[in-house]
Nanobody, 122 residues
Framework: QVVLVQSGGGLVKAGGSLRLSCQFF????????VAWFRQAPDNEREFVAA??????QVSDSMKGRFAVTGNDVQSTIYLQMSNLKPEDTAVYFC?????????????????WGQGTQVTVSS
């Protein structure tokens, strides 16, 4: 059983920064991957970033502004967001799954955090 607990988020002005955290509780595996997705109102859920033991990946549209990192000791994955824009406003979810290669597809991930709201004002 895997449980993900998210923290961070909130309201920030355009150009500002936020860091989201996702703490992983459960049996760790070398095949473990954690991803971030986001969903804005009336939009489909969108891939943001993912990380595993070997590599990380950020959506092309967010490269240069978003970064994903991990803290193995605390089993925590971070999504660092900078130069935020109003269009980044969404509910952000972390998700975990077990796979050989990182996936940008939400159905690849079996476990989901509770979601956290990020609102960027202009």
């Amino acid at each position: 059983q895997v449980v993900l607990v998210q923290s961070g988020g909130g309201l920030v002005k355009a150009g500002g920064s936020l860091r989201l955290s996702c703490q992983f509780f459960g049996v760790a595996s070398s095949d473990q991957a954690v991803a971030w997705f986001r969903q804005a109102p009336d939009n489909e859920r969108e891939f943001v970033a993912a990380i595993n033991e070997e590599t990380s990946q950020v959506s092309d549209s967010m490269k240069g502004r978003f970064a994903v990192t991990g803290n193995d000791v605390q089993s925590t994955i971070y999504l660092q967001m900078s130069n935020l824009k109003p269009e980044d406003t969404a509910v952000y979810f972390c998700a975990a799954g077990f796979m050989k290669m990182l996936s940008t597809i939400e159905t690849s991930y079996n476990y989901w955090g509770q979601g956290t709201q990020v609102t960027v004002s202009s």
